[in-house]
């Protein structure tokens, strides 16, 4: 109880959040990574919406590994609380420096170097990935995620969309019934949260539709 309160202020206060942008900004010195990352997550409301959302999921089906594909510094992966000790997370980028900044924040993650590829073979799992597939064609990201299916369990998917009419820095909103080959069901859509360019992003969440259900 009093960890959860904690955490919920610690992902959203604005004092705990420019703390942590000095933190940051001491970091991007020593590690030289990209600036984006300067943002903490307590000025990004999706990225608190999928920390609280996925952590309730995985606390309740019992799943053994979470991975974040794309995960920067590791706001999203570093922030879930798993009440399963054995529950591994996974946070994978293609930039080796920002991963070493993740290391030094989130020492209760993994963080390894690559993307999709390193999903593979890995059990019961919830994969994330978002704020960077709107840059992977539709084609190219189905493609990566049938490689994911063919060598993974994965139980649930999180993925963000924008709206397809919009003419914004988001190239490509993806479709999970196409990514996903029609084995997973949408269970949750959030709220669209302000993006840049006054688009909108949503967070949704793809569960595998086991044979017997
Ligand atoms: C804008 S940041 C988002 C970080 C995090 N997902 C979040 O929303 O808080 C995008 C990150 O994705 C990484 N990235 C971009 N394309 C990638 C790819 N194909 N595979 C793995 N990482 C990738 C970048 O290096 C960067 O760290």
Known sequence: MINSVFQKWWISDTVAGNYKRVMYQFLQKIFLFD?????????RPYAKE???ATESYINQKNI???MEVGCGLG??????KVSNRKCQKIGIDREKNVLKA???LHPSAIFLQGSFDQCISRDETCLIMVNFIHRIPCDELKKEMQRVLLKS?????VLDTFLSNENTVYEYSHCGRELFAGKYRCI???RGFAAAQGARRYIE?????????
Do not use: T
């Not at 600036?35 to 000025?43: D, Q, R």
């Not at 706001?75 to 879930?80: E, F």
């Not at 369990?153 to 998917?157: D, Q, Y």
């Not at 969440?205 to 259900?213: A, C, L, M, Q, R």
């Open 64 to 66: 053994q590994c979470v």
């Open 205 to 213: 969440y793809w569960e595998k539709i086991e044979k017997n259900s």
């Open 188 to 190: 949750r859509k959030s």
């Open 153 to 157: 369990n994965v139980k649930l998917m």
């Open 102 to 104: 993740a290391k030094v």
């Open 75 to 80: 706001d999203i992966i570093g922030n879930i």
């Open 50 to 52: 999928i920390v609280l």
């Open 35 to 43: 600036s984006w990352h300067l943002e903490p997550i307590n000025f």
